[in-house]
Each structure stands twice: as C-alpha cells, then as structure tokens.
C-alpha cells in the first residue's frame, strides 16, 4: 500500500533537489524583468514630460476682447502645463502643422468679433489630424470651445450693458462701466481654474501606473515560473501511475499530492522574488506609490495574500503538464498560455484598452481574477469577490488534471 502522506514526500524529495537550480533560473528571469520593468518606467516618465501640447494660434488678435480672452488663457498656470499655445501666421501653422512641430491650430477669421454684434456666424476652424484625438485633442476641442462661447457670451452682454446705458442716458458712465465688466470677466476667467481639484484615481482598481505594471509584470513573472519546472512535471510514460493505482493511490490522491508539492516549490520561488525585488528596488531607484506606502510588515503580508494566486497559477501548469507527454512540447505550451493569458486578462496592457467583450472575458478570466486580487490587496480594497473566483478555478483545474489523469491511468 502506498499513502497520500509518503506519495507527497516523494514528490516533496524531488522538488528539493530541483531546488537550487529553479531557484537560480528565477532570480535570473526575476533581474530580466525587473530590468524591464524600470525601462518601461523610464518610458512612462519620458512621455509625461512630452505630453505638453503645441497649438498654434492664427488671426487678428488686435481686437481687444477676443485677444484679452486668448492671452488669459493661455497666461494661466494650469493650461501652461497641459497646451504650449502660441500666435502665428497661417503659413507658419501650417509650415510648423506639417512638421509635426504643433499638434493643431486654430485659424480665427478676420471680424469674427464684428460677425457676432451683426448677427453673422463666421466659424473658428480648427485643424488637426485622426492621430491627434487623444487626451491632447479632447483638451484643445474644449479649449476652443471655450474661447468661442467666452467671446460670444461677452461680447454679447458688454454691448447690451452699453445699449442700457445709452437708453438711459447715462453715456457719461460707459467708459467706466465697460472697463468695470471686462475686468469681472477677467477676473472670472483666470479663477476658472481653481474651481476644481484634479484627482488621481489610477488606471485600473484605483491603481497607479507603475502600481500596475508591478503587479502586471509580477504575475507575468509566477506564470513563467512554470517552464522552470518541466523535467519535474512532465510524464513521458504512466507505468508508475498505474502502479500507485493498485496499490490504493488514485488520480485524486496522485494529483493532490503531486500539485502540493508543486505549490510549495512555486511560494518558495516567491521568496526568492520577494528578496530580489528589496533589492533591486534600492538598487535601481524603483517609486511604486502603493508599495512604498507599506511597512515592511504589510509588504509581507502583501506577498502572504499571493499565495491562493502561487496555488491557482500551480493548479492551471500541473493540469496544462498533464495534456503533454514531451519536454519540448511543455515547454512550448506553458509559454504560449502563459503570454496569451497574460496579455487578454490586463497583465501587460489595462483592461480598459481593450473591447468591452475582451474585457468581460479577461475580467473573469483565471489570470484576470488574479490580476485585480492582486491589485486590490496591493491597494487596500477587499478582494474577496476575486479571491473566491480563484478558488472555484482552483477546484476546476484541479478536477479537470484528476479527470485526464485518470484516463491516464485507465487507458495507458
């Protein structure tokens, strides 16, 4: 007769001796990624700085409420950070349009101003192209509008203060008042800025970039582990099955055993991870917002609540090794999984950049659940929604390996 308790500490012998060489591939595969990781960052803050859009300016400005309404714009604290808006001819905008030099201009027609007091609709153009419709061409569409209704609105309300004050004869008191007005609406205009807070609330689960791109790139990093342990994993003949089966070990107990094993040899490799990443993290002047907020106890206990994701990623590889009877084709199949997987469920891009079907699908897919799980317990929030998610996925995988291994078993 063979128990459960000495199959698991065969299967505990060999992932010891397999140890120090899976432990060696990890802290090399854990360095490459986190050389990656630090070069995305780099990436990220570089186009934080170019992110400034250029927006050309073309007209006759000399009119002195609509250049009073563009020159306050674009003097304002706030808008200087996000738009570079500068006044130039047409042949220059367009000169500068065609090198990529401005991302669009405006062209304000000759007596727009006048066209608005006699009723006319003379039309600001803006040009732009398809590729500029992003958040710079959200903000410039706005930023236009905005000028437009603000010289509209007025203009309108200065020249119907000035026919009241002429009905009613008090022309001596125009000038004052006019100058009373146009310096309210000045003064409205530069204090439109801080009638708001922006506030930051991430891309995904309330998390910042960088946040996503640890815990996406960790993940990426547990589902790779499993190419370490092919020689362990993969079976290329079932004599031995068999054998443990007439002996009174089934599929269940082979799998159970087999899987928890597999487990622990994975939460140790996250050790090594958890190691690599304190140091590395001083080394190459990593800021993770959400982490560097952590203690060290919460950092750990950060790495603790990994482990029903160490055991899921486990469950998928062990049933996975169970469809293959080759070293090479093991091999081959953990990676494709692991990098498609990986990629549909928001480990390497955000959800929110996919189609909606896409992210239903990744949402809930294995590596998607444990992709938010461990955005929310990096973050703070509850993952319970998530983390039972895991463990069905856990039962399923697991019933499924059992099930092949059966017929393993049965049919040789």
């Keep these: 007769m063979c128990s459960w308790k000495q199959y698991l500490i065969v299967q505990l012998k060999r992932v010891g001796k397999a140890l120090p060489g899976i432990c060696l591939l990890t802290v090399a595969l854990t360095v490459s990624l986190l050389f990656l990781l630090k070069a995305m960052f780099l990436i990220e803050e570089s186009k934080e700085k170019k992110q400034v859009v250029?927006?050309?300016?073309?007209?006759?400005?000399?009119?002195?409420?609509?250049?009073?309404?563009?020159?306050?714009?674009?003097?304002?604290?706030?808008?200087?950070?996000?738009?570079?808006?500068?006044?130039?001819?047409?042949?220059?905008?367009?000169?500068?349009?065609?090198?990529?030099?401005?991302?669009?201009?405006?062209?304000?027609?000759?007596?727009?101003?006048?066209?608005?007091?006699?009723?006319?609709?003379?039309?600001?153009?803006?040009?732009?192209?398809?590729?500029?419709?992003?958040?710079?061409?959200?903000?410039?569409?706005?930023?236009?509008?905005?000028?437009?209704?603000?010289?509209?609105?007025?203009?309108?309300?200065?020249?119907?203060?000035?026919?009241?004050?002429?009905?009613?004869?008090?022309?001596?008191?125009?000038?004052?008042?006019?100058?009373?007005?146009?310096?309210?609406?000045?003064e409205v205009v530069m204090n439109r800025m801080g009638v708001f807070e922006l506030q930051e609330l991430g891309i995904s689960n309330a998390i910042s970039l960088t946040g996503h791109l640890f815990t996406g790139i960790l993940l990426l990093l547990i589902l790779l582990w499993g190419i370490n342990s092919v020689s362990l994993m993969v079976r290329e003949e079932h004599s031995l099955l068999r054998i443990l089966h007439t002996k009174g070990l089934g599929a269940k107990g082979q799998v159970s055993a087999e899987v928890s094993a597999?487990?622990?040899?994975?939460?140790?490799?996250?050790?090594?991870?958890?190691?690599?990443?304190?140091?590395?993290?001083?080394?190459?002047?990593?800021?993770?917002?959400?982490?560097?907020?952590?203690?060290?106890?919460?950092?750990?206990?950060f790495m603790l609540q990994l482990i029903p994701v160490v055991v899921l990623v486990s469950a998928m590889q062990a049933f996975l090794y169970e469809l293959v009877t080759n070293v090479?084709?093991?091999?081959?199949?953990?990676?494709?999984?692991?990098?498609?997987?990986?990629?549909?469920?928001?480990?390497?891009?955000?959800?929110?950049?996919?189609?909606?079907?896409?992210?239903?699908?990744?949402?809930?897919?294995?590596?998607?659940?444990?992709?938010?799980?461990?955005?929310?317990?990096?973050?703070?929030?509850?993952g319970m929604k998530e983390l039972m998610i895991i463990v069905c996925y856990i039962l399923l995988f697991g019933a499924l390996q059992m099930w092949r291994r059966n017929k393993r078993i049965i049919n040789g």
Excluded at 263 to 285: D, E, R, S, Y
């Design 54 to 186: 250029e927006v050309g300016i073309v007209g006759d400005l000399s009119d002195t409420y609509l250049g009073i309404g563009i020159n306050v714009i674009k003097n304002m604290e706030d808008i200087k950070e996000m738009a570079n808006i500068e006044t130039m001819t047409e042949e220059e905008a367009k000169s500068k349009f065609a090198d990529g030099e401005i991302s669009a201009y405006l062209l304000v027609p000759e007596g727009f101003v006048d066209s608005i007091l006699i009723g006319e609709n003379k039309q600001l153009t803006y040009v732009t192209t398809k590729s500029a419709q992003g958040i710079g061409g959200i903000l410039i569409n706005e930023l236009v509008g905005s000028i437009s209704r603000m010289v509209t609105l007025t203009q309108n309300s200065i020249y119907a203060m000035q026919s009241y004050m002429i009905d009613y004869g008090k022309r001596e008191q125009l000038r004052e008042a006019t100058m009373d007005m146009n310096m309210a609406y000045i």
């Design 262 to 301: 597999y487990a622990f040899l994975q939460c140790i490799t996250l050790l090594c991870v958890f190691i690599c990443l304190i140091v590395a993290k001083t080394a190459m002047g990593f800021e993770i917002k959400e982490w560097d907020h952590m203690d060290f106890g919460e950092q750990l206990g």
């Design 328 to 382: 090479v084709t093991g091999v081959l199949l953990q990676f494709v999984v692991a990098v498609s997987m990986s990629y549909v469920s928001g480990c390497i891009y955000p959800l929110s950049f996919f189609p909606e079907f896409v992210q239903v699908i990744g949402g809930y897919s294995p590596i998607g659940a444990a992709l938010s799980y461990m955005q929310k317990g990096l973050t703070g929030q509850n």
